[in-house]
């Protein structure tokens, strides 16, 4: 599951203090709109010699913390492990899994607790030490206790997906999942190994499935994949071996929450055409606790990056925290009706690992006649990964499969995504593959205009309807610095290393004022040039990216 907390408040520091480049951070880069029209721009002003020292010195703590954001973020969005440093204890002392956990184990069991979380992005030598019937705290609002349900439902085949999980945690996923969703509901578990490598996922997990099939025959079946297939391909291999009506699928490394099922399946049953997500806490992946989590929607920005939402102002007026959440997207885990699931086109098998398909999954649905819900009487725990196992450029996949969504159903909001991941419409140099099926698709389910589900669905995503430029904008005076976004949210712009652009603009000019945004010597500033706005001197910015020609 890609949309985690802790992934986007790491980023959005990284966005907010440094502006790095949107392949290192996922920088949402700016948007120039009215790249020749009426510009307000707040320029700071004269600061005293004194606060000048203050800011060096804060500039001085805020770059070595971005040096170290940096290193941590690059980590997380390249999924790639840490490596061992050649001093032991240097590792134990920067790693994060001892930051709260730990500091009594002895340096042999530390050094082979780091090697197994190097492994795994999670503390796997606490998960086997702790019992696979581990209680959860009930963190259901308390209206849900009350609730009653039909005494029919349909019943519930669980898929969970893995690539080298730890042993244990797989199968305190499917302790869980028997435990705690009612006998009669659960027809069968699926597990789907997308050609794991790791030897204790074979002979021990087989012997795991054989006693379990032993009391309850063909109650666990496995599917093993003879090459990696990413997660969504994965996905798809276990809804096409399901035989219940309704199928939920998951990722291996979650844990099922008291009277998790009931309200899935009742909502399923008054209309197959919902697609349901659980509300999720936190398995914090250092020390194994169950963080609780707020109830929200579920949305993503214009990368295609999922995001948590506030529930809309239609929920909150219900005073009811029982009540169904109305969510744009999914953030990756879902439960739905079997058959439906088909009609609707499944995941898009064209997308490539992992990433995006749960937001275009989101909008195919409400496009096409369905609806998405998050339940909040329905609570499921899940670890969020410190790295994960499947890519070592998550962002690659990302970006190519967030170009496809926008082909298929974006319309003309498409441009949104491009500007978004700062590519060029055309000649974007990345090849999506044959999105026809999908397009055909789409037209035979005579899904409605992307512009209906920003306004009816998720009329909280901003829209640039202006838009004429985007990408680096540079200036004429000092080719290496680059228009930014400020370290705080007073639309203060800054100045920062550029990193790479194509030639092509003109003067920010205030057609009001005449005056222009332009670049002044200041041996103060940290770059040896401050942002201005002054009479014209002919200075020129120039952006890689443009949509309508700058003199309209």
Known sequence: MVCTRKTKTLVSTCVILSGMTNIVCLLYVGWVTNYIASVYVKVQEPISEKKLEEDKGDTLRIIERLDHLENVIKQHIQEA??????????????????????????????????????????????????????????LRPNGCRNLTFPDRLPEVSIVFIFV?????????????????????LLKEIILVDDNSNNEELKEKLKKYVDEVNARKPGFIKVV?????????????????????????????????????????????????????????DNIKYDNFEIEEYPLSAQGFDWELWCRYLNPPKSWWKLENTTAPIRSPALIGCFIVDREYFQEIGLLDEGMEVYGGENVELGIRVWQCGGSVEVLPCSRIAHIERAHKPYTEDLTAHVR????????????????????????????????????????????????????????????EMRMYSDTVAYGVLQNSLKSDLCLDQGPDTENIPIMYICHGMTPQGG???NRKSKRCLELQENNENEFGFQLVLQKCTGQRWSI?????????
């Open 400 to 459: 190519r499969n967030a170009l496809r969504v926008a082909e298929v159903w974006m319309d003309e909001f498409k441009s949104h995504v491009y500007m978004a991941w700062n590519i060029p419409q055309e000649d974007s140099g990345i090849d999506i593959g044959d999105i026809s099926e999908r397009k055909a698709l789409r037209k035979k389910l005579q899904c409605k205009t992307f512009r209906w589900y920003l306004v009816s669905v998720y009329p």
């Open 164 to 184: 080298n999980e730890a042993l244990s945690v797989i199968l305190r996923s499917i302790r869980s999942a028997i435990d705690r969703t009612p006998a009669h």
């Open 224 to 280: 093993r994949h003879s090459k990696q297939e990413g997660l969504i391909r994965s996905r798809v291999s276990g809804w096409r071996v399901a035989t219940a009506p309704v199928v939920a699928l998951f990722d291996a490394h979650v844990e099922f929450n008291v009277g998790w099922a009931e309200p899935v399946l009742a909502r399923i049953k008054e209309n197959r055409k919902r697609v349901i997500s659980p509300s999720f």
């Open 81 to 138: 492990p840490p490596k061992l440093e050649e001093n032991p204890a240097e590792a134990f002392t920067d790693s994060s899994l001892f930051a709260h956990w730990g500091q009594d184990l002895s340096p042999e069991n530390r050094r082979i607790a780091l090697k197994q979380f190097q492994y795994y992005g999670y503390n796997a030598y606490l998960s086997d030490r702790l019992p696979l019937d581990r209680p959860l705290p009930d």
């Open 544 to 552: 890689t990216n443009v949509l309508k020609s700058l003199s309209s």
């Open 507 to 509: 003067p920010i000019q």
